[in-house]
């Protein structure tokens, strides 16, 4: 397996406001924890996903973690590092911070207002990743899905990973007959058809109560996305630590496991590892 959402967590090295009201994401979440939380996971590498740390230290996080990628002992295969579109500057930043490991860059949206993703610097920056092989991973709510389906359009040149399969509202969307579910499912249908986009089956047991941490709350999701997205446009992630608010990483692995039960084991083997190979260039 190649989780494809790998965080750590420095807090002597960078700053997590996010993290201040969340207790359990406080203190160090490093490398060290990460492979004592996946071990018997069958997860053989990571990239590893930004962690919104403040702005001034975007550059220095993308540094340091592709600098751990360089040693094959971390299991690092590439960086998806953070950066901001919406300002003046992005290509000198894009500049300052290229490595052969960086695979990616993410914006945090669904903490944003929905208008940073449509304005026409935001769109344009987007749209010339393509040009130099770097992926856009989108992290939207549910409720923002449409404007995600802009973006992508506006970039057809630049290959998009959905992240958390579009932050479903699990609680509450009442899946299969809910209102909620039905505009989720029609939202990812809209996006699905856009061939340059990718989904991640990641992060969902956080966006679940606890008695929907199973197999048969959470397959109305992983069934939609193999049906409009299918085993080629599907990556696989863990979210660690993040996931540790649901499931956990290692019962998240099994929830995986089972929700992928039914496909063909080449199928299997796309969504877990071949998939993110290609998506990412790994």
Not at 2 to 23: G, K, M, N, S, V
Not at 132 to 148: N, V
Not at 184 to 189: A, C, G, L, S, V
Not at 210 to 222: C, I, S
Request: net charge negative; proline share 6%.
């Amino acid at each position: 397996m190649i989780d494809t959402h790998q965080h750590l967590l420095y807090p002597d090295r960078f700053t997590y406001a996010w993290t201040e009201d969340i207790a359990a994401l406080h203190g160090a979440f490093p490398l060290e924890a990460y492979r004592e939380a996946a071990a018997g996971t069958g997860i053989e590498g990571t990239v590893f996903m930004e962690v919104d740390v403040e702005a001034a230290q975007n550059a220095s996080e993308a540094r340091y973690f592709c600098l751990l990628a360089e040693d094959p002992a971390n299991r690092i295969l590439g960086v998806i590092a953070s950066a901001r579109p919406e300002n003046e500057g992005f290509d000198t930043h894009l500049d300052a911070i290229a490595h052969p490991r960086l695979r990616g860059i993410r914006r945090i949206l669904h903490t944003q207002p929905d208008e940073l993703s449509q304005s026409t610097r935001f769109r344009e920056n987007v749209a010339r990743l393509g040009a130099r092989g770097l992926t856009f991973d989108i992290c939207a709510l549910q409720r923002q899905l449409p404007h995600a389906r802009e973006l992508v359009q506006a970039a057809p040149e630049t290959t998009f990973v959905l992240d958390h399969c579009g932050v479903p509202d699990i609680a509450g969307n009442d899946a299969p007959t809910g209102d909620g579910w039905k505009q989720w499912k029609r939202d990812i249908t809209a996006l699905a058809e856009l061939p340059n986009i990718n989904v991640k089956l990641s992060g969902i047991t956080v966006y679940a109560t606890e008695e929907q941490r199973n197999t048969e709350a959470l397959r109305p999701y992983a069934d939609v996305l193999l049906d409009t997205f299918g085993p080629d446009r599907m990556v696989w992630g863990g979210d660690w630590p993040v996931c540790n608010l649901g499931s956990g990483l290692p019962r998240w692995c099994e929830l995986t496991r089972e929700l992928l039960a039914p496909l063909a084991d080449g199928e299997r083997a796309k969504i877990l590892a071949a998939t993110a190979r290609r998506v990412y260039r790994l």
